[in-house]
């Protein structure tokens, strides 16, 4: 793939997952890794750490603001979150790095498709 096609399409599937995360809260994990595996060829590894890497930032300001602006947001939850997450991530990342990339695959698979199929049949 050209260098510049590569750059567009990269810069693309971030608009097309930061809009996602925008409107349903998802972005990185369910968006990104996987058309980074599929569409750009990166190793399950790669696409998992690179997701994580574009995280660092405050990429979900906007998105956060247009939330926090309508009363969506309870800062005392994510705060708590938030400590977990890194505590979790800390965890996560040195496992992951330590599984092959077939098991770090199927797990990501199982993960997604349980998920799904869990808020498919969701009644509330």
Do not use: W
Not at 9 to 14: D, N
Not at 30 to 41: K, N, R
């Amino acid at each position: 793939m050209n260098g510049y096609l590569v750059i567009a399409g990269l810069f693309i599937l971030g608009i097309v997952a930061g809009y996602i995360s925008g409107l349903v809260g998802i972005g990185g994990g369910v968006i990104i890794v996987p058309a980074l595996v599929l569409i750009f060829g990166f190793s399950q590894h790669a696409a998992q750490g690179t997701t994580l890497a574009l995280l660092i930032p405050p990429i979900g300001i906007f998105a956060f603001m247009s939330y926090y602006q309508k009363g969506f947001v309870d800062i005392k939850s994510a705060i708590i979150i938030c400590i977990g997450f890194i505590l979790g991530g800390l965890i996560g990342g040195k496992m992951a790095v330590e599984i092959s990339e077939s098991v770090l695959r199927k797990i990501f698979a199982i993960l997604l498709i349980l998920l799904g199929v869990r808020m498919f049949f969701l009644t509330k």
